[in-house]
């Protein structure tokens, strides 16, 4: 049974930070591009940033909102992924969702999500 939990979400003022985790369970975890998205209230779900392992190096990608205040990172020893979130905005207020994609993009699994609200 495959399981990807997010924790981590908060509150937080503007200009805070906050360490999102997603411990991803039942896949075999290098073989997935794992990536962050997030749903904001009335608006629909967008992708925040995604990783792919190759051999020992690892493919980031950011949309352009968050490249520089945020970093995507992975352990594959402990099926985890993370996303710390500096200089937090109002506009980064929303449900976190972990997705993990097999890298022949066949699968594809979601967390149920974590809220981050950033409040001032």
């Known amino acids: 049974q495959v399981q990807l939990v997010e924790s981590g979400g908060g509150l937080v003022q503007p200009g805070g930070s906050l360490k999102l985790s997603c411990a991803a369970s039942?896949?075999?975890?290098?073989?997935?591009?794992m990536g962050w998205y997030r749903q904001a209230p009335g608006k629909q779900r967008e992708l925040v940033a995604s990783?792919?392992?190759?051999?020992?190096?690892?493919?980031?990608n950011y949309v352009d909102p968050v490249r520089g205040r945020f970093t995507i990172s992975r352990d594959n020893a402990k099926n985890a992924m993370y996303l710390q979130m500096n200089m937090l905005k109002l506009e980064d207020t929303a449900v976190y969702y972990c997705?993990?994609?097999?890298?022949?993009?066949?699968?594809?699994?979601w967390g149920k999500g974590t809220l981050v609200t950033v409040f001032s």
């Open positions: 997705n993990a994609k097999h890298t022949s993009g066949v699968e594809s699994y």
């Open positions: 039942g896949i075999g975890f290098n073989f997935y591009t």
């Open positions: 990783i792919t392992s190759r051999g020992s190096v690892n493919l980031v």
